[in-house]
C-alpha cells in the first residue's frame, strides 16, 4: 500500500560524508513527520533525526552539527546529509513516515523502508 525506498549506504573512511535519500510511494494522501532511524548490533534502535511536514527537526544530540535532514513534501522525499562521520555511525539506517492513506479516518501509520547499510572505517 505504502513503500517506503532509502537509498545512498555504503562505506566511507571516517570523516568522510554520505547522503541518504527515501521516497515514499503508494496510496498516499498526506504524510506528517519523516525520519531516520539507526540499529547497529547490540544497541537498540536509534532515533537520528526527524522533520515535521513544517519543517520543524529534532536531532539527536550524537549527530548533532554533522547531519542534516531536509523534504520535499510535492515528492515525498526526505534526504539524511551525514558529515564527518564517525565509525560510531556505523549502522543500518532506517527511513520511517507517518502517513494516512484512507479519507474516511484521520490516523497516520508509521511505514518503514527496508534500510540501508551505512559502514564508517577509522
Known amino acids: 500500500q505504502v513503500r517506503l525506498v532509502e537509498s545512498g549506504g555504503g562505506l566511507v573512511q571516517a570523516g568522510e560524508s554520505l547522503r541518504l535519500s527515501c521516497v515514499a510511494s503508494g496510496s498516499i494522501l498526506s504524510v506528517n513527520d519523516m525520519g531516520w532511524y539507526r540499529h547497529s548490533p547490540g544497541k537498540q534502535r536509534e532515533l537520528v533525526v526527524v522533520i515535521t511536514s513544517g519543517g520543524s527537526t529534532h536531532v539527536a544530540d550524537s549527530v548533532k552539527g554533522r547531519f542534516t535532514i531536509s523534504r520535499d513534501n510535492a515528492k515525498n522525499t526526505v534526504n539524511l546529509q551525514m558529515n564527518s562521520l564517525k565509525p560510531e555511525d556505523t549502522a543500518v539506517y532506517y527511513c520511517?513516515?507517518?502517513?494516512?492513506?484512507?479519507?474516511?479516518?484521520?490516523?497516520?501509520?508509521?511505514?518503514w523502508g527496508q534500510g540501508t547499510q551505512v559502514t564508517v572505517s577509522s
Open positions: 520511517a513516515a507517518d502517513v494516512r492513506t484512507s479519507w474516511t479516518s484521520v490516523t497516520f501509520f508509521r511505514y
